[in-house]
C-alpha cells in the first residue's frame, strides 16, 4: 500500500489547490479558503468512512493529511499565476488524483466485506464527492452535472481496476494502468468534446474541469 | 419484516423516478441522472443509519436496492411521457414511498435502543432527506420548505404508528393504517390547498409534490 | 462536565432561536422553521459525532436537547420583535453558544483519542457546521464563507483553551477564558471592521452575524 499512500498524499495536495483556485474566485477570504480546500482534499474520503463505519475517519488519524492540504493551500495561493498557467499540468495531477482516490476508495470499501458494484461506487464517491461539496458550498450547480466526463471516468477506471485485478493482474501495475487509462480518457473527452446525451436528448461539451 | 421489505424496495423504485424526472427537468446527462436517482433513493436511509451508528448502510450490503434504483431509471427515462401523464399514480407511489420509509426509519431507529420521539423524528429524515439533497444539489430551496405538508405528513404518519403498535394493533394493520393515512392526508392537502402558516404570517400553497 | 453540560443547552437554545429567525426570512413554514432550527442547533455535534464514530449521535440519547430547541422554537416564534430587538444580547447568547461547542468538539475529539490539530478543527466544525447546513438550504453562500471573522473566532478560541489547559490552567477558568475571548474577539471585530483579506486581494467586511 506504500506507493498508494504516497499517491493518496498526492492527491490530496491537488485537490486543496483546486480548492484554494475555486474560492479565490469566489471571493472568500484565506479562512474559507483553507475550509473549501479542506472539504475538497478529504470530503470524498470522510463521506465514505462514515458509510462504511470506517471511524474516526482516515484523515483524522494521521497528521500528514491535514500538513500535505496546508502545503497545498499555501502553493496555492502564493503562485496563484503560476498554477494558473500550468493547466495542463494540473489537469494531469487531478487526473491521478481522482485515479488515486477512486481506488482507494474501492480497495477500502472491499476490505470492509462489501460487493464490487458497491466498492465502485464508494471508489467514485471518494473521487468525486469532495468536490460536490465545494461546489454546493459555493452556491453552483456541481460541475460533476455539468462536464460529467469526470465521474464517468471514475467510473470507468474503477470497473478498469477491478477487471484486471479479477484476472490476476499484479496490483501495481493495475493501479498505473487505472491512472493512465483515466488520463487518457479525460484528454480524449476533452480533445474531442465527448459528453454524455442529457436525459432530456439535448447535448453538453465536457471542458477542463480543473481550476 | 417481509412486507416491509417488499414495500421499502417498492418506495427505493419510486424514489428513483422521481429522481430521473428532477434531473432531466435540469437537463443533466444520464450519469448526473443516475446519481440524482442513487441520491434521492438511498439519501434519507443513508443518512440515519450514519446517525444511528448502523454502518455500513443498509442499501450497500443488499444489492436489490442498487437493481431496484436502476430499474426505476431505467423506466423514467424510458417511459417519461408515461410516467409525467401518470401523475396520479406517481403521487399514489410516491405517498406509499414516505409512508413506508417512515415506519422503517422509526422502527430501526427504536431498535436502535432510542426513545420514541427521536424515532419518529428520523423516521421523517428516512423520508424526506433524499429529496432534500435532491433539490440542494439542483440548487432550488428544498421542495419540503416550500409545500410543507409532505414532510408533515410524515411526522402526523409516525406519530399515527407510534400509537397504533402502542395500543396493541398489529403490526401490518398498523402499517397499512399509517401508509392510507398519509395518502388521505395528501390528497386533501392538494384537493383543499391546505397549507401550513408561514412563521411570517403569510401563507403558501399545497401542491403535487411529484413530478 | 456540569457546567459545559448547562452552557451546551444553552447554545443549543440560541441556535435554535438563530434557525427560526432565518426560516422566518426566508418566509418558511412553521415545519421547515422546526427543521431549520433543529439542523441549526445540532449540526455540527452530529457531523462531528459522525466523523468520530460517536454514534448514535450525542443529542439522540438525551431528549433535552430536543425540548430546548422545541423552546428556543416556541420564544423566537412569540417573540419575535423582542429577539430582533434583542440583537445585542442575541450578538452575546450566540458567541456563548459557538465558544462552548467549540470546546465541547474539541474535547469529545480529544477524548477519542485524536490529535490536538484535529479536535481543533472539530471544535470549530461543532460551532459552524450547523449554520453552514442551515445557509445552505436556504440556499445562500453561507455567512461563514462572508462574515469570517466568526469561525476564525472559533479557531482562535480553541486554539486558546488547548494552550490554557496544556500550561495546568483549572478547565472551568479556561473555558470561561476563552468564551470571554470569543466574545471580546467578535465584539471588537464588528466595532473595529475586521476582516481577513479575501484571497483574490480584495477586503469584505465583517458585520453582525446574528440574526
New interface residues.
Given amino acids: 500500500m506504500s506507493i498508494i499512500y504516497v499517491f493518496d498524499l498526492a492527491g490530496t495536495f491537488v485537490f486543496a489547490i483546486s480548492g ?1 483556485l475555486t ?11 483553507l ?2 480546500a ?1 472539504v475538497t482534499a478529504v470530503g470524498g474520503g ?1 463521506l465514505r468512512d ?4 470506517s ?3 482516515g484523515w ?2 494521521d ?1 500528514n493529511y ?1 500538513i500535505v492540504i496546508l502545503a497545498g493551500s499555501l502553493v496555492a ?1 502564493f503562485f496563484r499565476g503560476a498554477v494558473r498557467r500550468l493547466r495542463r499540468t494540473m489537469f494531469l495531477f487531478d487526473s491521478i488524483g481522482i485515479g488515486l482516490f477512486t481506488i482507494l476508495g474501492l480497495t477500502k470499501t472491499l476490505e ?1 466485506g ?2 464490487i ?2 466498492a465502485v ?2 471508489g467514485v464517491v471518494s473521487a468525486v464527492f469532495g468536490g ?1 461539496v465545494r461546489d ?7 460541475l ?2 455539468r462536464k ?1 466526463i469526470y ?2 471516468a471514475c ?1 470507468a477506471g474503477g470497473t478498469l481496476y477491478v477487471s484486471l485485478t479479477y484476472f490476476g493482474v499484479v496490483e501495481n501495475v493495475a493501479i498505473v494502468s487505472t491512472v493512465v487509462f483515466i488520463i487518457l480518457l479525460r484528454i480524449f473527452a476533452v480533445r474531442f468534446h465527448w ?6 436528448g ?1 447535448r ?1 461539451t465536457a471542458d477542463d474541469v480543473v481550476s
Fill in positions: 484554494i474560492a479565490t474566485r469566489n471571493r472568500l477570504d484565506w479562512f474559507g479558503g475550509v473549501i479542506l470522510t462514515m458509510m462504511i463505519g471511524t474516526p475517519v483524522m488519524q497528521g491535514l495561493y470492509a462489501l460487493s458494484p458497491v461506487l464508494m460536490v454546493t458550498l459555493c452556491n453552483t450547480v456541481p460533476i452535472f460529467e465521474a464517468t467510473l459528453s454524455l446525451p442529457a436525459l432530456d439535448s453538453a
